[in-house]
């Protein structure tokens, strides 16, 4: 699974973290943390989980994005394998 997403407007050093989860089963998949270092304020980002090469299982699934240290997801990914 890929996701990207156009990040605007925000100060250097900015933390984004991705929690990828398997709704399904409310199963945690894998989270994975980046910042947009010193780079232009508007910049797109990306994020990558892969399951080793075999077929992800069918059911619902989500990623939860954070800016820096919020409590609440700024933006959330539900999608569904079939």
Do not use: C
């Amino acid at each position: 699974f890929i996701l990207s997403a156009e990040l605007r407007n925000a100060p250097h050093n900015t933390r984004i973290r991705f929690f990828w989860t398997y709704t399904t089963g409310d199963i945690p998949i894998t989270s994975f943390e980046m910042d947009n270092g010193t780079r232009d304020p508007d910049i797109y980002i990306s994020n990558r989980v892969d399951n080793g090469g075999r077929p992800w299982p069918q059911g619902e699934y989500r990623v939860d994005i954070f800016i820096d240290d919020r409590d609440k997801p700024d933006a959330q990914v539900e999608f569904e394998v079939k």
